[in-house]
């Protein structure tokens, strides 16, 4: 970047682009309009091209701009995480990770780690947020996540992946279900009542495996309800609205009228994984990642 740009350039391209009016954007800087005119113009100049398209009623990117637009909020976004790490760095702390996950990496890995982790970096902060697995895709690669858990078979080229945990299957039944682990012998006892899954949106994956267990039982399920939270699934199965099938890690730490029967004799296995972004450059995140891959 020429010693011309600026952070101010960087900072005034922003507002502009987020505002798409020039008189909002200069009261939101504290500036007067022609004044932030003259540094757009700068910018332009300097970049020799057009960012914005403009007329006497409206304002708007040109395709360049867009483009301009999107890299200089992934490197706002890098720059904020930079100030934040190192005043932790600085005041005593060891830094900060965001992590996402979906709702079974809760169950165990999740505490697991942070037991692990506050035991060898007892300053380490972290920010901790459930999402579905394309959201996860989604802040991995905007740099808004450090590292996410995820039920996926591939990622991005920009993303790492690695198994952290393989879960085996279970069935739920509502507490007072008359199948029992001891009478349980197939899927097939249970092939006439409605199953409650998770969305084939919260992984295609996923969902496939769970589908090809029902094709080995050789028959199609009633599905009646679909959801991305497990605790939706129990919900339901309490109030006898069907039955389903999750990975077993997610039986742990629910405490709701619903029995589970695990299908250990089955091949099917879902796997666990931890994603990241190989171009992150949180300070920390190298560390926490050998200490739950080691």
Do not use: C
């Not at 113009?41 to 914005?52: D, G, H």
């Not at 969305?199 to 589908?211: K, L, P």
């Amino acid at each position: 970047m020429s010693n011309r740009i600026e952070w101010r350039h960087l900072r005034y391209f922003m507002a502009v682009a987020e505002e798409l009016h020039f008189g909002k954007a200069a009261n939101r800087l504290f500036i007067s309009q022609p004044g932030l005119s003259r540094q757009i113009k700068q910018l332009e100049e300097e970049m020799r091209t057009q960012l914005f398209e403009r007329d006497n009623k409206t304002v708007s990117l040109t395709a360049a701009g867009a483009f301009f637009h999107d890299e200089v909020k992934l490197l706002t976004t890098e720059f904020e995480k930079i100030k934040l790490n190192t005043k932790l760095i600085g005041s005593g702390g060891i830094g900060k990770v965001n992590i996402s996950y979906v709702g079974s990496a809760m169950q165990n890995v999740i505490p697991k780690l942070l037991l692990d982790t506050r035991r060898k970096y007892p300053e380490l902060k972290f920010a901790l947020q459930e999402l579905d697995n394309a959201k996860q895709i989604e802040g991995l690669l905007s740099h808004k996540i450090d590292f996410g858990f995820v039920r996926l078979d591939r990622v991005h080229r920009d993303l790492k992946m690695a198994p952290v945990l393989t879960d085996t299957f279970s069935l739920v039944l509502p507490e007072q279900h008359p199948l029992s682990k001891r009478k349980f012998k197939s899927l097939t006892q249970v092939k006439e009542e409605p199953f409650i899954l998770f969305e084939r949106e919260y992984s295609s994956f996923y969902y496939d495996i769970v589908m090809s267990i029902f094709d080995a039982a050789e028959f199609s399920p009633i599905i009646s309800h679909t959801t991305v939270h497990a605790n939706t699934i129990f919900r339901l199965v309490e109030n006898n609205f069907g039955i389903s099938i999750i990975p077993s890690s997610l039986a742990l730490g629910y405490n709701m009228k619903v029995k589970f029967i695990e299908l250990k004799h089955i091949p099917q296995r879902t796997a666990l994984s931890v994603v990241w972004n190989k171009k992150n450059k949180n300070p920390v995140l190298k560390n926490v990642l050998d200490l739950m891959l080691d």
